[in-house]
């Protein structure tokens, strides 16, 4: 989806022409892939603006930098009036924010030490992410998960998104618009992008952190919806055919929001149409960020933005 310009981008403090944010063809994120991104939404809602889960994402964030020793020179606090800095200077609403933090100009070599570590924030407008209006059809992929204690899964890490790449690219090639991998046991994990639910008799599932699972926002978002509408839910490792036998499943994903999933390997799941557990989650979901539905867990952090939908 070719990416729409905004004016600014939130660059290590201050803002600066979109033109501007250039790095150089020797910084270490090049050659190594050494970054740490977050993707957040901005939704509008009848009275003006709202971004989604703010600080959960900037914390994650946070996390992601914690892990791959790249601490980031910035508070929770300053990170979150970043976010909102830039979307309110841009004036653009809905729209998708790419906070993203790397290793840039300073030496070569696989060790990063003596980079800095440069922080950009950038938001733009942004459409559905998961083709398919009357539901997804997509496969298991050939390509597995990366596996426990070689990268980690937990940190949102631009490296990682490789994997990703091959899944996708392989699905797409296939007829598919996404793919799903499968983890280093072969169990379900998750797709290129997107954490993965499953319907069965009326419960909930969905594959646990364990099983090379990104800690998704808005996975824990579907999962707090479940638990308020009585929902059994219940987070195990999970054979790739529940896929098959299974009655709804749906992505989640701050890109991919909630896409419900018609089917796997041209299996048809169900009756191909939208679940009813499915509905209710996404209904609630989309209730809450477009502003129509009470936002009972404050999740939206306002901005002041008129909408351009």
Known sequence: MPIETTPNIWF????????????????????????????????????????????????????SAKIYRMPLPYTLDQLNQ?????VEANGVAPCYIRPIAIRGYGEIGVNPKGCPIDVYI?????????AGH?????CVSSWNRLAPNTMPTLAKAGANYMNSQLIRMEAE??????????DVNGLLSEGSGENLFLVRNGVLYTTPL????LSGITRDSILTLARHFGIPVVEQALPR???????????TGTA????????VDRIQIGDGKKGPITKMLADEYFGIVNGTRPDRYNWLTPVKVASNA
């Not at 501007?20 to 939404?41: C, D, L, Q, T």
């Not at 970043?82 to 830039?86: G, S, Y």
């Not at 009357?134 to 997509?138: E, L, P």
């Not at 991919?256 to 089917?263: D, G, I, K, N």
């Open 12 to 63: 290590n403090g201050s803002l600066i022409p979109w033109e501007k944010a250039n790095i150089h063809v020797m910084s270490h994120v090049i050659h190594y892939g050494s970054s740490i991104f977050e993707g957040i939404r901005c939704y509008t809602q009848p009275t003006g603006a709202g971004v989604f889960r703010l600080p959960e994402h900037m914390q994650r964030m946070l996390d």
């Open 82 to 86: 970043a976010v909102i800095e830039v």
């Open 122 to 130: 950038a938001n733009f407008p942004w459409g559905k992410y998961v």
């Open 134 to 138: 009357d539901g997804a059809d997509v």
């Open 173 to 182: 090639a296939n007829g598919y618009v996404e793919g799903i991998g499968l």
């Open 210 to 213: 364990a099983n090379s699972v």
């Open 241 to 251: 055919e529940m896929l098959y036998i299974c009655d709804e499943a749906f992505f």
């Open 256 to 263: 991919a929001e909630v896409s419900h999933l018609r089917s």
